[in-house]
C-alpha cells in the first residue's frame, strides 16, 4: 500500500527475526490485519507505529484491533522513517 521499500522483504524479514522479542516471522502475509489473520498465524497482537494504518474499506485497523485489546503501539522516533532516510539520500546526491 506503501512506495517502494528500501529493504527487501527477506531483509525487513532479517531484521524483525534479530529481535528478541519475536518467536516467528510470517513472510507474504496481508496488509490489511484483522482479529482472523492474527488468529491464523497465532499472534497476539499486531504491533505498529503511532500512525494510523487505513484499509482499503477506509477502516483504522489499529483502532479496530485496540477494540478488541490486540493492538501495541510503538512511538515512532522523529527522523528514523523510510521517508526521511530516502530524503535525506536524495539531498547528498544533490550535493555532490
Same mark, same amino acid.
Given at each position: 500500500m506503501?512506495?517502494?521499500?528500501?529493504l527487501?522483504?527477506?531483509?525487513?524479514?532479517?531484521i524483525?527475526?534479530?529481535c528478541?522479542?519475536v518467536?516467528?516471522?510470517?513472510?507474504g502475509?496481508e496488509y490489511s490485519?484483522s482479529?482472523e /489473520?492474527? &488468529?491464523r498465524?497465532?499472534c497476539?497482537f499486531? #504491533?505498529h507505529?503511532?500512525?494510523? /494504518?487505513? &484499509?482499503a474499506d477506509?477502516?483504522d485497523?489499529? #483502532?479496530l484491533?485496540a477494540?478488541?485489546?490486540?493492538?501495541k503501539m510503538?512511538?515512532?522516533?522523529?527522523?528514523?522513517?523510510?521517508?526521511?532516510?530516502?530524503g535525506?539520500?536524495l539531498?547528498?546526491?544533490k550535493e555532490?
Open positions: 506503501k512506495g517502494p521499500t528500501i527487501s522483504t527477506k531483509e525487513r524479514s532479517d524483525i527475526r534479530s528478541r522479542w518467536d516467528e516471522v510470517a513472510e502475509t490485519v482479529e /489473520v492474527l &488468529d498465524y497465532n497476539q499486531y #504491533a507505529g503511532d500512525d494510523a /494504518v487505513i &484499509d477506509g477502516n485497523i489499529c #483502532a484491533l477494540e478488541k485489546g490486540r493492538f510503538f512511538k515512532r522516533t522523529t527522523g528514523v522513517s523510510t521517508t526521511d532516510i530516502i535525506k539520500l539531498i547528498l546526491t555532490n
